[in-house]
């Protein structure tokens, strides 16, 4: 029988500007994990909503968000500046973070984040400023590079997904997983492209990540840092 999900777009207040995002929610939902899109991407990404859908399957309640108004969404396009951006992106993750702790519907559930891109150094520098309340990290053909000096201080268990020819950002990938200090793994997906367009690449990067959240997050134990055992 198919789980039943409650599904609704919110907004959220970040300063000035409010940002758009879509909520899903499965009956008995154990937590919830914050999607941080990537370059020149959106909460309406095909390959985001296909891992969230993936989640929401296994209990695990998704939130999609556009982290630029449409307005800088235009700027975005022809400067390229804001997604490279990632202080800017990563303020954004926290305000929607303490947004997702303070809402009554949601705020009982464990978070976790899945960053995409450079979406994913952003979530590292949210989940470094927000320690205790970020639980599990996910990247998808990440740039997690880009979050610098904030690598070393992130507690939260991290996956970093990465296509086996997508060869330039492995090297990235394993420098940042050199400086990470918490529970940490990277994955290889043999044969798939930056994009994992490849067939069956994609299911493999959510069957990847559905694991680990679920691991981290859903059954998760105080003691879960000390007995999570890194691998390189």
Not at 21 to 38: C, E, K, N
Not at 107 to 133: D, I, K, M, N, Q
Not at 149 to 176: C, K, M, Q, W
Not at 219 to 230: L, S
Request: charged share 25%; no cysteine.
């Amino acid at each position: 029988m198919a789980r039943a999900i409650e599904e609704r777009p919110i907004k959220i207040a970040a300063g000035p500007v409010t940002l758009d995002g879509d909520v899903s929610v499965p009956d008995g939902a154990r937590a919830i994990v914050l999607f941080a899109h990537g370059s020149g991407s959106s909460r309406m990404s095909p390959r985001n909503r296909y891992v969230a859908r993936v989640l929401n399957k296994a209990r695990l309640a998704t939130l999609l968000l556009d982290l630029l108004t449409p307005e800088e969404e235009v700027y975005d396009e022809q400067t390229v500046r804001l997604r490279f951006d990632i202080g800017f992106l990563a303020r954004r993750l926290v305000i929607v973070t303490d947004w997702l702790t303070q809402d009554p519907h949601l705020r009982h559930l464990r978070l976790g984040y899945f960053g995409a891109s450079t979406g994913a150094g952003a979530a590292l520098v949210a989940a470094a400023e927000r320690p205790e309340v970020v639980g599990a990290i996910v990247s998808r053909g990440g740039r997690p590079d880009l979050a610098g000096p904030a690598l070393r201080l992130v507690r939260a268990p991290t996956l970093l997904i990465v296509g086996g020819n997508d060869l330039e950002v492995i090297e990235l990938n394993r420098a940042a997983l050199a400086e990470l200090r918490s529970a940490k793994q990277l994955v290889i997906v043999p044969g798939a492209t930056h994009l994992f367009e490849e067939p069956g690449a994609l299911e493999a990067v959510a069957q990847l990540a559905r694991e680990w959240l679920d691991r981290h997050l859903a059954r998760a134990t105080t003691d879960v840092a000390g007995r999570a055992q890194p691998h390189h």
